[in-house]
């Protein structure tokens, strides 16, 4: 099932992660894609808010995970960006998150996609630049 929807500002953005954070169960991954500068981070905070997460979201880049375990699920937040081999996820143990009791969501899923299970939540934004330097694109794609 495939869901296209507009957002004009940060704040629809935020609410859609708040919403689809609120709707994730445990064992849920996410993979969230699109360039830098769309509004991956925007969207995880309010991902974060949705599973009841208090404190601050930031990204992983340079740490590859951040675990959040204050909501009422916890949300395993990874930027696989930095990584140069998938057999780089072995050495975090990625296979004790993905099949955890928490919530995976993954930016630059891509790069490790054959250790991505089949059945996902794929989030893509996109700028389009023609209908304001705000407004977004978000693909939402359950398989």
């Known amino acids: 099932m495939t ?3 507009e957002s004009r500002s940060e704040k629809d ?12 169960r445990p064992g849920d991954i996410v993979l969230l894609n699109g360039d830098l500068g769309v509004g991956k ?3 995880t905070k ?3 808010k949705g599973l009841g997460i208090e404190e601050p979201i930031s990204s992983p880049t ?4 951040q675990i959040y375990e204050s909501g009422r ?4 937040h990874f930027d696989v960006y930095r990584i140069a081999d998938p057999e780089e996820m072995d ?7 993905f099949f955890g009791e928490g919530v995976c969501l993954i930016e630059w899923a891509s790069l490790i996609k054959e250790l991505i299970p089949e059945h996902v939540i794929c989030v893509t934004i ?4 023609d209908k304001g330097f705000d407004y977004r694109t978000i693909t939402i794609d359950r398989n």
């Open 46 to 48: 309010g991902f974060g």
């Open 41 to 43: 981070t925007v969207f």
């Open 3 to 5: 869901e296209v929807i």
């Open 13 to 24: 953005t935020f609410a859609l992660g708040q919403k689809l954070g609120g709707d994730c």
């Open 126 to 129: 996109e700028k389009e630049l």
């Open 91 to 97: 050495e975090i143990g990625y296979e004790d998150y």
């Open 73 to 76: 699920l916890p949300l395993y």
């Open 62 to 65: 340079f740490t590859i995970m």
